[in-house]
């Protein structure tokens, strides 16, 4: 990457969009295996700019809004109060909430401006997400009303009192100067994110309440500083330990290539290259890969967090903090695409001053707390939706279920028939972002903004579900080059205003508030759409929406078959079984594909049109 140029793909832009779809795959994901995403390094210094700040001022407000902790020339002082620990959690969740953190700038697709969050969230009549509309009273519809953008602000007030009111004195905590937050406060809090999540799950997700909103509760209740530092330990120890049995499966390996291509400061084309297992040929994940995925993950994450947990040794203590600070320091290097920095850096900290502040060896061993049966519930909170999310994924967002990198995503790709259907999303929405193909056509022109519009397709086909959703595209589209197919995650974020790779966030209700907005014709606007895989299946669930017809088809793919192919589908698509069809739906494509067979390529042969597929309706 340079510095302030892109690095392009060698395609002239003119020429781009008269090559075939799956070669101009091909082509990008090949680029993209050597230079990632190729985006200008001064959008990597935006983010670094915004960490500073986020770090610096967070500090600052700490320091001086809580006397207790003898001010900013007085660091010593705060070690070991809780306060600390209190306040950069509300200061970090004010940061999401806002739409300042995770999912904003370039690297998410938002260029003008940055960010979509509160600018979506205190606008009246943009889109609302409530999760169960025909079951939780007063939360149908799918616009937001004055009582979701007062109830936004309220939620805002609180924190913003958390963040600045002095520690109040508390038997929990006798003998400190800096005190506690206000328990009532903590739950104040709660209840309204609660209240918030049942009227639009995409403000109740975008404040990562997976990550703390369980913590802030057991703050707000329990009575003894000893049970919340516990609780704050066990808390980090089952987000590790879940993202990383999230990791056992197909999917990982294949996340780490094209996140590894895109981290700004690894520039040896040899190390990208060995990444994959015969580049420019084969772009499955190497031996290389597996290694940086599962020894330098999935073992960490499974073993580091134990030994911080039950761990009684100083040495060891802090040999596994050291770990588990160099892990979050090389996520946030890599410059993920949801660009979670803030809470990567919150957990930097947070590791060192929970385990490394209140050591086991110094009263705040989990079999420290007041009472075993506490244990119950407080290991309950953080447990029960990893566990439910892994079985029935379909029940639980991957938020709430610790698969943050795991690459077993619910994931969706979108396909307009031409510009008109897709700038209806511009004409007939409420919302403050531009489609992105718009965002970038102002700053480089319509013919380089599609190129990198279509890259971001191509960083999809690098992941499992990427080529299992283009398969169902050549089968359903008349054909792939008669379409805008865009990656769902950025359609989703100008609707909504806030992505973290869930495609429940864009699935049939989404779809029926888009429908009911834009009126689109049957075949107009085409979304496939997969599922995660539960833990203990060999198959994704995935199904064919039409905006104008609905769900037209259900079926599943094996997981094997879709990590087992090259980004661009050089044997056509993969099998899958159709469990369903709308009656009367045919999918129109022909999904004969030109690309030669290439080495390293699975040996499955292409069926004629005429042969049988595999896919035929079970009834």
């Known amino acids: 990457m340079g510095f302030k140029t892109a690095d392009m793909p060698p395609v002239d832009p003119a020429q781009f969009e008269s090559m075939p779809f799956m070669q101009r795959m091909q082509m990008l994901a090949t680029h993209w295996a050597e230079y990632g995403f190729g985006s200008p390094k001064t959008n990597h210094m935006l983010y670094i700019y915004k960490l500073v700040f986020y770090a610096v001022i967070g500090t600052l407000i700490v320091g001086l809004t809580t006397p207790g902790l003898g001010g900013l020339t007085h660091f010593a002082s705060w070690w070991g109060e809780p306060i600390v620990y209190q306040k950069l959690m509300v200061w970090t969740v004010l940061f999401e909430i806002t739409g300042l953190a995770s999912s904003s700038g370039p690297l998410a697709f938002k260029f003008k401006p940055f960010i979509g969050g509160f600018l979506y969230w205190s606008r009246r009549n943009t889109l609302r997400l409530p999760p169960w509309p025909t079951k939780v009273p007063f939360t149908k519809g799918d616009h937001r009303t004055t009582f979701d953008v007062a109830l936004y602000s309220v939620i805002l007030a609180v924190l913003g009192f958390l963040l600045l009111t002095p520690g109040a004195d508390t038997p929990a905590l006798p003998g400190s100067d800096a005190g506690l937050l206000p328990q009532w406060g903590l739950l104040a809090y709660v209840g309204l994110i609660i209240v918030m999540g049942l009227r639009d799950k995409v403000v109740y997700l975008a404040a990562r309440s997976e990550q703390y909103v369980a913590v ?102 802090w040999l596994a903090i050291a770990g588990m600070i160099l892990f979050h320091v090389f996520i946030t290097s890599t410059f993920p695409l949801a660009v979670p920095l803030e809470w990567n850096v919150f957990f930097i900290f947070a590791v060192a001053w929970i385990f490394g502040g209140f050591p086991a060896w110094d009263g705040y061993a989990v079999t420290d707390i007041s009472s075993a049966w506490l244990l119950l519930p407080v290991v309950a909170a953080f447990v029960t939706f990893p566990i439910l999310g892994n079985l029935r994924p379909d029940l639980v967002s991957f938020l709430p279920s610790m698969r943050q990198y795991a690459g077993n995503w619910a994931s969706a790709t979108w396909a307009f028939r031409g510009d008109a259907a897709e700038n209806k999303l511009n004409t007939h929405l409420v919302k403050y972002n531009a489609n992105q193909i718009d965002q ?87 979304v496939v759409w997969v599922e995660s895989q539960p833990i203990h299946k060999r198959t994704q669930e995935y199904k064919v929406m039409d905006a104008a017809l609905g769900v037209v088809e259900r079926g599943t793919w094996n997981v094997a078959e879709a990590v087992n192919e090259q980004p661009w589908l050089p044997n056509g698509p993969i099998p899958h079984t159709v469990t369903w069809r709308m009656p009367g739906y045919e999918p129109a494509g022909n999904y004969l594909h030109p690309a030669p067979q290439q080495a390293g390529s699975p040996r499955r042969g292409v069926p004629a049109p005429d042969a049988p597929t595999g896919d035929e309706v079970a009834v």
């Not at 003894?224 to 990982?252: E, N, P, T």
């Not at 190497?286 to 993950?297: L, T």
Request: hydrophobic share 45%.
């Open 440 to 526: 970038l056509s102002g700053a480089f022109g319509k013919e380089i903004a599609e190129i990198f519009m279509q890259k971001a397709m191509a960083w999809r086909t690098m992941h499992s579900q990427g080529r299992g959703l283009m398969s169902l595209m050549m089968r359903h589209l008349d054909q792939l080059e008669n379409y805008r197919i865009r990656e769902g995650e950025f359609v989703c974020t100008t609707m909504v205003g806030w992505q973290f790779g869930d495609a429940h966030l864009h699935n049939e209700p989404t779809l029926t508030a888009l429908q009911k907005r834009c009126n689109f014709e049957p075949g107009e606007c085409v």
């Open 216 to 317: 802030m509760f057991f703050f707000g209740i329990l009575s003894h500083h000893v049970d919340m530092i516990l609780v704050a330990k066990i808390a980090m120890v089952s987000i590790w330990f879940g993202a990383g049995v999230s990791k056992f499966g197909h999917h990982f390996t294949n996340v780490v290539p094209p996140m590894v291509s895109n981290t700004p400061w690894i520039t040896s084309l040899r190390f990208k290259r060995s990444l994959y297992r015969d580049f420019p040929h084969d772009l499955r994940p190497s031996k290389v890969s597996w290694g940086f995925a599962h020894v330098g993950g999935t073992v960490v994450e499974l073993v580091l967090p134990l030994v911080l947990l039950f761990s009684t040794n100083a040495t060891i203590t």
